[in-house]
């Protein structure tokens, strides 16, 4: 089975930095599309970044010039480099990835979900 593990949660004051990783364990074929979703209290997950297999990236606009995305598709990790951080940064931070396994010799592919660390930034 395929398990996504995040780290490097915490709480920190406005302005400063954290660093989000995510590792990817178990049986599959290929790793596709990873992203960073976060989910506030009262509000709908959304996307802050995602970064495909060959290191194309994508940003929210809320974001951008803020957090950077990478991946090592070799250790099959992907992090998240989070600076100027603002109280409305404050969320949940789940890993996504669009992984392929094969069972029986069939492939498939499906999206898998991190358990989610939580990341507080205060004024």
């Known amino acids: 089975q395929v398990q996504l593990v995040e780290s490097g949660g915490g709480s920190v004051q406005a302005g400063g930095s954290l660093n989000l990783s995510c590792a990817v364990s178990?049986?599959?074929?290929?790793?596709?599309?990873m992203g960073w979703y976060r989910q506030a209290p009262g509000k709908q997950r959304e996307l802050v970044a995602d970064?495909?297999?060959?290191?194309?990236?994508g940003y929210a606009d809320s974001v951008k010039g803020r957090f950077t995305i990478s991946r090592d598709n070799n250790r099959k990790t992907m992090s998240l480099q989070m600076n100027s951080l603002e109280p409305e940064d404050t969320a949940v931070y789940y890993c996504n990835a669009a992984v392929s396994t094969s069972q029986n010799g069939v492939v498939s592919s499906a999206d898998y979900w991190g358990q989610g660390t939580q990341v507080t930034v205060s004024s």
């Open positions: 970064i495909t297999h060959g290191g194309a990236t």
């Open positions: 178990g049986s599959f074929l290929w790793i596709h599309l």
